[in-house]
């Protein structure tokens, strides 16, 4: 198989059951010439079915044109993509284009008649990796769209309600829509820069010299530090746990569920300490 450059002429006056000249394929306007032997190995691929065609129509039904006067089939798709194709058809070696998106890809491999199965193992790896992450993506927008035909439909009754209702929307979406505006992008900032500090205190707190401090019943100035630093992110904690409850349209179902039992359990040890101590 070989590409023809634009000063190459193709035999005339060919026919398609004529299987002794090369095969003449134009995709994209990049031609292509190529030995009918070449389809022999993958008779159920697109390019493998223009073997079975022994009339006009049933060529149209493959490609999208034909030109009789030099057996020129048309194909009107991504020529790039195609030359991952014809390596395939003409070494067996199906490889994934960095450049290329997964899913023109996938549309492509389609189009001809080619199974994923065929690529290259790191090659596959990588190709279902952006399927999955595209995959996540779409499912993510449509739980955005979701949430905010929810948002919608409850704004009926929110308007009658004035000010009030107004208050409870822009609430609700500062805290559990990020993405609805800025209050939501520095709401959740600042919860991720919270859980952070909270992290790398509780980290500090294990040091043997304030392990060695807590025992001694001493408090040292590190000690005191961490403390307020602990309290500080406690109250955020805090904070951020009755903003959701405030804006809960179910009181009792926001109560119930895992996340907001995981809250309490984090939450609750500081005060009960604070007030046990």
Same mark, same amino acid.
């Given at each position: 198989?070989?590409?023809?450059?634009?000063?190459?002429?193709p035999?005339?006056?060919?026919?398609?059951e004529d299987?002794?000249?090369?095969?003449?394929?134009?995709? !994209?306007g990049?031609?292509?010439?190529?030995?009918?032997?070449?389809l022999?190995?993958?008779?159920?691929?697109?390019?493998?079915?223009?073997?079975?065609?022994t009339?006009?129509?049933d060529?149209?039904n493959?490609?999208d044109?034909?030109?009789? &006067?030099?057996n020129?089939f048309?194909?009107?798709?991504?020529?790039?993509?195609f030359? &991952?194709i014809l390596?395939?058809? $003409?070494?067996?070696?199906?490889?994934?284009?960095?450049?290329?998106?997964?899913?023109?890809?996938?549309?492509?491999?389609?189009?001809?008649?080619?199974?994923?199965?065929?690529?290259?193992g790191?090659?596959?790896?990588?190709?279902?990796q952006?399927?999955?992450?595209?995959a996540e =993506?779409?499912?993510?927008?449509?739980?955005?769209?979701?949430?905010?035909?929810?948002?919608?439909?409850s704004?009926?009754?929110?308007? !009658?309600?004035g000010?009030?209702? $107004?208050? =409870?929307?822009? %609430?609700?979406?500062?805290?559990?829509?990020?993405? +609805?505006?800025?209050? !939501?992008?520095?709401?959740?900032?600042l919860s991720?820069? #919270?859980?952070?500090?909270?992290?790398?205190? %509780?980290?500090? +707190?294990t040091?043997? +010299?304030?392990?060695?401090e807590?025992?001694q019943g001493?408090?040292s100035q590190m000690?005191?530090?961490?403390f307020?630093?602990? +309290?500080?992110?406690?109250?955020?904690?805090?904070?951020?746990?009755?903003?959701?409850?405030?804006?809960a349209p179910s009181k009792f179902? #926001?109560? $119930?569920?895992?996340?907001?039992l995981?809250?309490l359990?984090a939450?609750?040890p500081?005060?009960?300490?604070?007030?046990v101590?």
């Amino acid at each position: 198989a070989q590409r023809l450059r634009p000063q190459d002429e193709p035999p005339q006056g060919c026919q398609p059951e004529d299987r002794r000249r090369p095969i003449i394929i134009n995709v !994209g306007g990049i031609k292509y010439s190529l030995p009918w032997t070449t389809l022999d190995e993958f008779p159920l691929t697109r390019l493998g079915q223009l073997k079975a065609c022994t009339n006009f129509d049933d060529i149209l039904n493959v490609c999208d044109d034909y030109d009789v &006067t030099c057996n020129e089939f048309f194909f009107d798709r991504n020529p790039g993509a195609f030359g &991952t194709i014809l390596t395939f058809l $003409r070494a067996g070696k199906l490889r994934l284009l960095r450049e290329m998106c997964a899913l023109s890809f996938q549309e492509e491999l389609l189009y001809w008649g080619i199974a994923e199965d065929h690529l290259d193992g790191c090659c596959k790896r990588r190709y279902l990796q952006k399927i999955e992450e595209f995959a996540e =993506m779409v499912e993510r927008e449509e739980e955005d769209d979701v949430l905010d035909s929810e948002g919608r439909d409850s704004e009926g009754p929110a308007e !009658g309600e004035g000010r009030l209702g $107004r208050c =409870m929307r822009r %609430l609700r979406d500062m805290v559990e829509r990020p993405h +609805s505006g800025l209050p !939501g992008k520095v709401f959740a900032c600042l919860s991720v820069l #919270f859980v952070t500090v909270t992290a790398v205190n %509780l980290s500090v +707190s294990t040091l043997p +010299s304030l392990r060695e401090e807590e025992e001694q019943g001493h408090c040292s100035q590190m000690c005191h530090n961490v403390f307020i630093v602990e +309290s500080v992110c406690v109250g955020w904690f805090s904070l951020e746990f009755l903003l959701r409850l405030i804006q809960a349209p179910s009181k009792f179902a #926001f109560l $119930r569920s895992p996340l907001t039992l995981i809250d309490l359990v984090a939450i609750l040890p500081y005060y009960i300490t604070l007030l046990v101590d």
